[in-house]
T-cell receptor
Framework: DAKTTQPPSMDCAEGRAANLPCNHS???????VYWYRQIHSQGPQYIIH???NNETNEMASLIITEDRKSSTLILPHATLRDTAVYYC?????????????FGKGITLSVRP | DSGVTQTPKHLITATGQRVTLRCSPR?????VYWYQQSLDQGLQFLIQ???????AKGNILERFSAQQFPDLHSELNLSSLELGDSALYFC??????????????FGPGTRLTVT
């Protein structure tokens, strides 16, 4: 699976959009970009995934650049409950090993 | 609520002892994964079962073992416990086994403290 890099932390104001970047410059054509988050000591939570098209669900939007070397997770209206560590992961579709390997992630702090 | 349940929530035990952690996957999910999370190691994949069979193994110690039962619930057995085994243990489930269903849904975890 391709390596992903994320800045260690960022913050945003409550009610504003939070844009979380992720670099995956070595991603291969059959690797999806997945985002999970973990609120302190709780189980990680799946957010969204995509291959090359932009994706949106009830939690967030995922914007993937045309060359697929980077992506941005967008939380449109961040709340205090969105304060968490966010993990960007590249995973091969169809692989026999579907374990998740979390890096250090990006700590998002939402301030009032 | 992810639909994945884990028991117990907390467990305190002494070195050398053996414990069993239990996980019930979401309804309809056939894969169960076990992860260990300690402060200095991050989330580490231990083992995966799919429909009762072992599918993938990660950094699981020989003192640890797991199984998935016909009703799809899973148990993680930890024996000869050491202080370093103190951690959060998460179970996750997904519909598929790797060819599909990468979305894994995590339980609330079991916090194990070895004294």
């Amino acid at each position: 699976d391709a390596k992903t890099t994320q800045p260690p932390s960022m913050d945003c104001a409550e009610g504003r959009a939070a844009n979380l970047p992720c670099n995956h410059s070595t991603i291969s054509g059959n690797e999806y970009v997945y985002w999970y988050r973990q609120i302190h000591s709780q189980g990680p939570q799946y957010i969204i995934h995509g291959l090359k098209n932009n994706e949106t669900n009830e939690m967030a939007s995922l914007i993937i650049t045309e060359d697929r070397k980077s992506s941005t997770l967008i939380l449109p209206h961040a709340t205090l409950r969105d304060t968490a560590v966010y993990y960007c992961i590249a995973l091969k579709w169809g692989g026999a090993n579907s374990k998740l390997t979390f890096g250090k992630g990006i700590t998002l702090s939402v301030r009032p | 609520d992810s639909g994945v349940t884990q028991t117990p929530k907390h467990l305190i035990t002494a070195t050398g002892q053996r414990v069993t952690l239990r996980c019930s996957p979401r309804s309809g999910d056939l894969s169960v994964y076990w992860y260990q999370q300690s402060l200095d190691q991050g989330l580490q994949f231990l083992i995966q079962y799919y429909n009762g069979e072992e599918r993938a193994k990660g950094n699981i110690l020989e003192r640890f073992s797991a199984q998935q039962f016909p009703d799809l619930h899973s148990e993680l057995n930890l024996s000869s416990l050491e202080l370093g085994d103190s951690a959060l243990y998460f179970c996750a489930s997904s519909v598929g086994q790797g060819g599909s269903g990468y979305e894994q849904y995590f339980g609330p975890g079991t916090r194990l403290t070895v004294t």
